[in-house]
């Protein structure tokens, strides 16, 4: 089916109605990934954080000054840089000071950030933040022209397209994004081996894969918790896709001469506490697992600590097998390493494995510090 259109000039243009939708569809798509779900390969950030980052930096709020009200952040940045709802931008704020959620949090929070049980954060209002000192790194060498600058969303002022990085935040924190057709699932690994692997790779650019993990033994969650296997480490370092099994840390103890409990000090990532909890009682009532006879948490301040107590009769080691099968004490991470990549003809999405996520980090920094640092005397 066609519909006929009429331009201003009187012209008359058939255009087929589905040729019509596909086009309309792919450009709404495509600015959505573009603009709010995927990370920038060379700074690892979307644009909104990016724009939380350069917000907070233009009012100063560095590591060596006061925390500033969140609700005041959010405003500004709505303001100046990402005309976006509130809500979106303060959870994208939150989510970049939860020690539980960055492996590396860009920002230092104070107040009510949420926690592991799934409670959310507090109000903006009543919660304050300011920049940490891995924030300043990505900043570093910003006011040196290192990057190139676009017109803010109303024109009225420039912002950079991507942040100078001297912290390699796409591996070392992360990121999780789901845009129209595309979903960015990549998980945090620890800072010092990313750089040793960085610097191995900049002495030898030819390194593969295997080579490279000799440095990264794979990712690093914030919280802790095992890692079962290698198989789906070394996919996704090698594709980009792969499936991490993910475990909680569990010892079995005895309570006093007649009973044994099941101890739980670390769970794996993104794993509610309290979900974890109402899980096990779930199975308990409808007796899919049976021998447990009580169920307490006992976290403080010092750490987590989940007791399940079990019954005399109760084989230990057997409950404890039934719930990693059936609770969140073992899960998978589907790892979906997508990011946006810098081509002749702007940035596009594209699957990332280590090494080219290492390299492109690489380049990044090269021409950064081209610009940044004064040119040698002779």
Avoid: W
Wanted: proline share 7%; with cysteine; glycine share 8%.
């Amino acid at each position: 089916m066609a519909e006929e259109t009429t331009t201003d000039i009187g012209k008359v243009e058939p255009i087929a109605l589905e040729d019509e939708m596909t086009s309309s569809y792919m450009q709404f798509a495509m600015s959505t990934i573009m603009a709010r779900a995927l990370p920038d390969v060379r700074d690892g950030l979307k644009p909104s954080q990016r724009r939380i980052l350069l917000a907070m930096s233009d009012d100063g709020l560095t590591p060596d000054r006061p925390h500033s009200k969140c609700a005041a952040i959010v405003g500004e940045t709505m303001k100046t840089y990402h005309p976006h709802g509130d809500a979106s931008i303060y959870d994208a704020l939150v989510r970049m000071g939860q020690n539980f959620a960055a492996r590396h949090p860009l920002i230092d929070p104070q107040g009510n950030f949420g926690s592991l049980d799934g409670d959310p954060a507090g109000a903006a209002r009543y919660t304050e933040a300011r920049l940490s000192p891995i924030a300043m790194a990505m900043l570093e060498d910003l006011d040196k022209d290192t990057v190139n600058y676009q017109p803010t969303y109303d024109e009225k002022s420039e912002e950079p397209a991507v942040l100078p990085g001297a912290f390699p935040n796409l591996l070392g924190n992360g990121a999780a994004g789901i845009a129209v057709g595309y979903a960015t699932n990549i998980p945090p690994h620890n800072v010092g081996e990313i750089v040793d692997a960085a610097v191995a790779l900049l002495d030898t650019p030819d390194l593969d894969v295997k080579q490279l993990m000799k440095y990264v033994q794979g990712p690093d969650f914030p919280g802790g918790g095992l890692i079962l296997g290698i198989t789906g480490i070394k996919e996704y370092f090698e594709t980009g896709r792969g499936s991490v099994t993910m475990q909680a840390r569990a010892i079995i103890e005895p309570l006093d001469r007649s009973r044994q409990g099941i101890i739980v000090t670390e769970l794996p990532y993104q794993v509610s506490k309290a979900a974890l909890m109402e899980q096990i009682a779930a199975l308990c009532e409808k007796k899919t697992v049976e021998g447990i006879s009580d169920l307490r948490d006992e976290s403080d301040r010092k750490g987590m600590r989940i007791v399940i107590e079990l019954k005399r009769e109760a084989n230990a080691q057997v409950i404890l097998n039934q719930l990693y099968k059936h609770t969140y004490l073992r899960s998978n991470f589907s790892v979906n390493a997508l990011a946006l990549v810098p081509t002749d003809g702007g940035v596009v999405p594209q699957m990332c494995g280590l090494k080219e996520m290492l390299s492109q980090f690489l380049r990044h920094r090269r021409e950064v510090a081209r610009i940044a640092l004064p040119p040698a005397r002779d």
